[in-house]
C-alpha cells in the first residue's frame, strides 16, 4: 500500500489550499484515513479523520475552518484548508489505519504547506 500526498504549496494568511492523498496497493473503504501534520520543533498532531461510517473527526485548531472528505472510487481523501494562518505551517502526512490491531498502518511521504503572514 502507498499513500501520495499533494496539493501543498506557499499561501497567504487568510488563503486557502486543497489536499488529495491517493491510495494504491489497496482500498479506503472500510479504513480510516487521516490528515496529521507536523511542525519544526513540535510533535506530529491530527488534523481531520475520515471514517467510512459515522462523522469525521477534527483537531480543535482546525475546527470550523478545514474539511476533510473521501472520494472511496477514486481511493482519495481530501482536506479542504480555509483561513489558512501561519500557525498552519507544517508538512501534512495522510495514513490509512489498519482494519484492526493486527493490520499496519500506513503513511504517504508528506506534503509541505507554508502559510505566509
Known amino acids: 500500500v502507498q499513500l501520495q500526498a499533494s496539493g501543498g504549496g506557499l499561501v497567504q494568511a487568510g488563503g486557502s489550499l486543497r489536499l488529495s492523498c491517493v491510495v494504491s496497493g489497496g482500498d479506503i473503504l472500510h479504513n480510516v484515513i487521516s490528515w496529521y501534520r507536523q511542525a519544526p520543533g513540535k510533535q506530529r498532531e491530527l488534523v481531520a479523520e475520515?471514517?467510512?461510517?459515522?462523522?469525521?473527526k477534527y483537531g480543535d485548531s482546525v475546527k470550523g475552518r478545514h474539511t476533510i472528505s473521501r472520494d472511496n472510487s477514486k481511493n482519495t481523501v481530501y482536506l479542504q484548508m480555509n483561513s489558512l494562518e501561519p500557525e498552519d505551517t507544517a508538512v501534512y502526512f495522510c495514513k490509512r489505519e489498519g482494519r484492526n490491531r493486527f493490520l499496519p498502518d500506513y503513511w504517504g511521504q508528506g506534503t509541505q504547506v507554508t502559510v505566509s503572514s
Open positions: 475520515s471514517r467510512s461510517r459515522g462523522p469525521s
